[in-house]
């Protein structure tokens, strides 16, 4: 008798998300560069938000999924982004600013055209909507375009940073026993993991008084600790680009993933649950 995994291109995987507004709807996972550090990473873009994939794993744990068991216990879980973040890096390339010189005015499918990562040009519509509030933006016969704007992004990241701060105190006293610089240095460290030093960081920590230099030593020392804690077990490579509840997905470099490894002779797990009762009860 086939189960439920039987055809699946890629092993079950446990993925936490927020439920959308429509029963039916599907969402897209998609490859696209972390703001940070450029490297990919997966997002899932379902109900036209962008949604963040991380990923989570005890030392020891499986997962029973029907009659099929996951091994490695890791799991998948998505928290939403904002997409500023994301095109942040895309949009600083794309106006090619020098010096002085703020740079080009660029239409938005030449901004998200990043060879490699087809991801972005499924994000126009929302790139158009949030883009604005960080841009100038210039209309000609009936087509916009778009060039960064340093003080506009400068005027959303604190922003950020506020409203960060506002949040602080209701975590817990820890944080509420901070004193306002803390508070804010803490603030700018959590939004560095979405932006780059040169210039976002440096304009930032300028603009709020702050020692660049000692957020980023901070930030390091934090980052060495969290890493002497972790689990040395390494996390799996994320779901690939595709849409997240189709059968025949296929790995971002275009392979078929391996399939799921069911034990030979294994019996569904509900049938050992049945025969414990039955001993049980004598028969």
């Given at each position: 008798m086939a189960s439920w995994h039987d055809g699946l291109a890629a092993p079950p995987r446990v993925l936490i998300s927020p439920r959308p507004s429509d029963a039916s709807a599907r969402g897209n996972v998609l490859s696209l560069r972390h703001p940070r550090s450029g490297d990919e990473t997966g997002y899932l873009f379902i109900d036209g938000q962008l949604q963040e994939i991380n990923w989570f794993k005890e030392r020891y744990g499986s997962w029973f999924l029907g009659d099929y068991v996951c091994e490695d216990g890791g799991l998948y879980y998505c928290t939403p982004i904002d997409p500023i973040f994301?095109?942040?890096?895309?949009?600083?390339?794309a106006r090619m600013s020098n010096g002085?010189?703020?740079g080009k005015f660029r239409q938005l499918d030449e901004i998200l055209y990043v060879e490699g990562y087809p991801g972005y040009q499924q994000l126009m519509n929302v790139a158009g909507h949030n883009m604005e509030l960080v841009c100038e933006v210039k209309e000609v016969a009936n087509m916009k375009f778009f060039r960064l704007d340093d003080s506009?992004?400068?005027?959303?990241?604190?922003?950020?940073?506020?409203?960060?701060?506002?949040?602080?105190?209701?975590?817990?006293?820890?944080?509420?026993?901070q004193l306002e610089k803390e508070q804010l240095k803490e603030a700018v460290q959590m939004i560095r993991e979405y932006l780059k030093d040169e210039p976002w960081l440096a304009l930032l920590c300028k603009k709020l008084q702050l020692d660049t230099n000692e957020i980023i030593n901070d930030a390091t020392t934090k980052t060495n600790e969290a890493s002497f804690c972790a689990d040395s077990s390494p996390a799996p490579a994320p779901p690939s680009e595709s849409k997240a509840a189709n059968g025949s997905a296929k790995s971002s470099k275009g392979r078929p993933a391996k399939k799921p490894k069911v034990e030979v002779g294994s019996k569904n797990i509900k049938d050992m649950f049945r025969r414990v009762t039955r001993s049980g009860s004598g028969s």
């Amino acid at each position: 008798m086939a189960s439920w995994h039987d055809g699946l291109a890629a092993p079950p995987r446990v993925l936490i998300s927020p439920r959308p507004s429509d029963a039916s709807a599907r969402g897209n996972v998609l490859s696209l560069r972390h703001p940070r550090s450029g490297d990919e990473t997966g997002y899932l873009f379902i109900d036209g938000q962008l949604q963040e994939i991380n990923w989570f794993k005890e030392r020891y744990g499986s997962w029973f999924l029907g009659d099929y068991v996951c091994e490695d216990g890791g799991l998948y879980y998505c928290t939403p982004i904002d997409p500023i973040f994301i095109f942040l890096p895309t949009f600083e390339a794309a106006r090619m600013s020098n010096g002085k010189d703020p740079g080009k005015f660029r239409q938005l499918d030449e901004i998200l055209y990043v060879e490699g990562y087809p991801g972005y040009q499924q994000l126009m519509n929302v790139a158009g909507h949030n883009m604005e509030l960080v841009c100038e933006v210039k209309e000609v016969a009936n087509m916009k375009f778009f060039r960064l704007d340093d003080s506009k992004v400068l005027s959303w990241l604190c922003c950020k940073v506020h409203n960060l701060k506002e949040v602080f105190p209701k975590l817990g006293k820890n944080y509420a026993a901070q004193l306002e610089k803390e508070q804010l240095k803490e603030a700018v460290q959590m939004i560095r993991e979405y932006l780059k030093d040169e210039p976002w960081l440096a304009l930032l920590c300028k603009k709020l008084q702050l020692d660049t230099n000692e957020i980023i030593n901070d930030a390091t020392t934090k980052t060495n600790e969290a890493s002497f804690c972790a689990d040395s077990s390494p996390a799996p490579a994320p779901p690939s680009e595709s849409k997240a509840a189709n059968g025949s997905a296929k790995s971002s470099k275009g392979r078929p993933a391996k399939k799921p490894k069911v034990e030979v002779g294994s019996k569904n797990i509900k049938d050992m649950f049945r025969r414990v009762t039955r001993s049980g009860s004598g028969s």
